[in-house]
């Protein structure tokens, strides 16, 4: 009785393992919410010492990494994949002279819009402003940061503390 569970119990180790093995090879497995700096950190080679100002939703995670003198920064955008997938993965990220300079948005079309600054303009204020009305995020103006809006969220403007417009420079995601 014994000797004929064995292959039995193989044949179902061996379905398991190569059901692992399929849905690995098939990249199916992103990064979890809760990893996606440390995968950043460790894939781009950003020192632990570095800040982070991050934003996440369901579609995606932008990163800013910043030094403590705020001289050198990356950052890095993960999105979510439709369909039969789990997890957020690598898009896109690096250093870009427009997210130290001033507001960089990175739009991906069906994902929506990663704001990305330094901060060297001081926004203090972003309005998003769509059918529905306006929506008003509040950012420090003396720290780098990182907002996600959903793609369809209308016109965005962005103030200083005395209220000038800054200029957000987009690009649409590679």
């Known amino acids: 009785m ?36 440390e995968d950043a950190r460790e894939n781009q080679e950003i020192k632990n010492g570095w800040e982070v100002a991050q934003a996440v939703n369901d579609d995606m995670c932008a990163m800013l990494f910043y030094d403590e003198e705020k001289d050198d920064c990356a950052y890095s955008i993960y999105l979510s994949r439709e369909g039969f997938s789990f997890g ?20 991906f079309e069906d994902k929506g819009i990663a704001l990305l600054s330094m901060n060297e303009d001081g926004v203090c204020k972003i ?14 103006p003396e720290e780098p940061f ?12 962005m103030y200083d503390a005395q209220e000038n417009i800054i200029t957000l420079y987009d690009t649409y995601g590679i």
Do not use: H, M
């Open 127 to 140: 309005v998003v402003d769509n059918n529905e009305g306006e929506k008003v995020i509040s950012v420090d």
């Open 146 to 157: 990182a907002v996600v809006l959903p793609a369809d969220c209308g016109a965005i403007t």
């Open 2 to 37: 014994k000797a004929e569970k064995v292959p039995v119990l193989l044949g179902i180790v061996l379905i398991i393992l190569l059901g692992f093995l399929i849905v690995w090879q098939a990249d199916v497995l992103g990064v979890s919410a809760g990893r996606l700096e």
């Open 88 to 107: 957020y993965f690598y898009r896109q990220g690096g250093c870009d002279p427009y997210v130290t300079d001033s507001v960089k948005g990175i739009v």
